[in-house]
Nanobody
Framework: QVQLEESGGGLVQPGGSLRLSCAAS????????MGWYRQAPGKQRELVAI???????NYGGFVKGQFTISGDNAANTVNLEMNNLKPDDTAVYYC??????????WGQGTQVIVSS
């Protein structure tokens, strides 16, 4: 079993930046991918960004260079740098991980609020 612990959410003004971090723990972890999804009120959960063990990244269509994901295989961590945040980026951000058996794990979520 894999546990995911997120940190870094909070309140930020429009145009500001935040860094989200997620650390995976458990026994015999070998993750094939880690990343972030988000869910805004009344909307479906959507992909923000994901990075594979080989360093391949995939971003949601809305990102347009605004966010950057990075992962550390040895430490089983993933970070998301978010810049030029907009009120539409307000959501609960969930850490996501997938192991070599394609089993998916989710974190509890961290709230990001973009508001003046």
């Amino acid at each position: 079993q894999v546990q995911l612990e997120e940190s870094g959410g909070g309140l930020v003004q429009p145009g500001g930046s935040l860094r989200l971090s997620c650390a995976a723990s458990g026994s015999n972890i070998r993750l094939n991918a880690m990343g972030w999804y988000r869910q805004a009120p009344g909307k479906q959960r959507e992909l923000v960004a994901i990075v594979t063990r080989d360093g391949i990244t995939n971003y949601g269509g809305f990102v347009k260079g605004q966010f950057t994901i990075s992962g550390d295989n040895a430490a089983n961590t993933v970070n998301l740098e978010m810049n030029n945040l907009k009120p539409d980026d307000t959501a609960v951000y969930y850490c996501h991980a997938r192991n070599r058996f394609a089993t998916v794990f989710w974190g509890q979520g961290t709230q990001v609020i973009v508001s003046s």
